[in-house]
């Protein structure tokens, strides 16, 4: 009985197993940081965790969506509060979801769902210089590059197509399959930059 009650024991304090980690570090071909790089790791070995999708913001300083790129996951509902003196009116046409919020300032427009996955474009319908992304995944374990071009995402042990975005990608990034374990995966990438930034890269189904 004593073996029982010892064994019960290590396996209520074990706890769920340690999640895995890739370390990704994204550059241009001259070694500068490449920021807002998005990461999607879509499980191979199973469904995902069927958490509720986390809320996120996007803001409006300076006639600019900040952040420029985003990443959220599908169902997730997303708040635009207006910090510029000035009223804007945000929408978008994209397949993934259409919206437009009625000319305001503060934080008066209702939360946006976006609840399919795909790519959303962003823009302003009083300043067409405003444009930003919404990148819409299924996966729960996604992150996007900081200005160093760093992120990290943690995620079950197990095999995962890794899947890599930007709007100004010179070329599409082929996805890949990474097996995470025990220890993190440091992975460092160089991806250059195109040309003309007004073209937007396909995003990565």
């Known amino acids: 009985m004593r073996c029982l009650l010892a064994a019960l024991w290590c396996l209520a304090g074990a706890g769920p197993a340690a999640a895995a980690t890739l370390a990704l570090s994204v550059s241009t071909p001259d070694g500068a940081p490449y920021a807002d790089v998005v990461a999607v790791l879509d499980p191979l070995d199973g ?13 409006q300083v300076h006639k600019t969506f900040v952040p420029h790129v985003s990443v959220v996951r599908t169902g997730a509902a997303v708040r635009f509060p207006n910090s510029d003196r000035i009223r804007h009116q945000v929408y978008s046409l994209s397949a993934a979801r259409v919206f437009t919020l009625k000319l305001y300032a503060g934080t008066a427009a209702p939360p946006v769902v976006f609840d399919r996955p795909g790519l959303v474009v962003l823009g302003c319908n009083i300043h067409d210089s405003m ?68 073209i937007v890269s396909p995003w990565s189904d």
């Open 47 to 59: 469904a995902a965790a069927p958490d509720a999708p986390a809320a996120a913001v996007i803001d």
């Open 131 to 198: 444009v930003g992304f919404v990148a819409v995944v299924d996966s729960p374990y996604f992150a996007r590059t900081d200005a160093a071009g760093l992120a990290r995402i943690e995620a079950p042990p197990g095999r995962y197509r890794l899947r890599l975005w930007h709007p100004e990608l010179a070329e599409p990034v082929a996805p890949r399959t990474l097996a995470l374990g025990a220890e993190p995966v440091p992975l460092q990438l160089k991806l250059a930059r195109g040309t003309d930034p007004a």
